[in-house]
Nanobody, 115 residues
């Protein structure tokens, strides 16, 4: 079992910044990918960004240049720095852990961007 605890969501005005954190604990495999997904009301959950333990990253086109994903492998923590936020970034953001054998989700943290 892997537990994911997210923090850092909130309400921010358009153009503002937020930083999300996700701490993983439990049976963590050395080789894994962690990332962030989001789900807006009435929409499907979509990928935001992922990062492998080796540091390779993947971003959705909609967030490239504005969001930066990073991780502290020693602490099994992943971060999402978000700048230049837009109202369309409003969603519940979910942390994800995937080892290829297991896939876990955090409980989600709300990000609301007001115009």
């Amino acid at each position: 079992q892997v537990q994911l605890v997210e923090s850092g969501g909130g309400l921010v005005q358009a153009g503002g910044s937020l930083r999300l954190s996700c701490a993983a604990s439990g049976s963590i495999f050395r080789i894994n990918t962690m990332g962030w997904f989001r789900q807006a009301p009435g929409k499907q959950r979509e990928l935001v960004a992922t990062i492998t333990r080796g540091g390779s990253t993947l971003y959705a086109d909609s967030v490239k240049g504005r969001f930066t994903i990073s991780r502290d492998s020693a602490k099994s923590t992943v971060y999402l720095q978000m700048i230049s936020l837009k109202p369309e970034d409003t969603a519940v953001y979910y942390c994800n852990y995937n080892s290829g054998y297991d896939n876990y989700w955090g409980q989600g943290t709300q990000v609301t961007v007001s115009s």
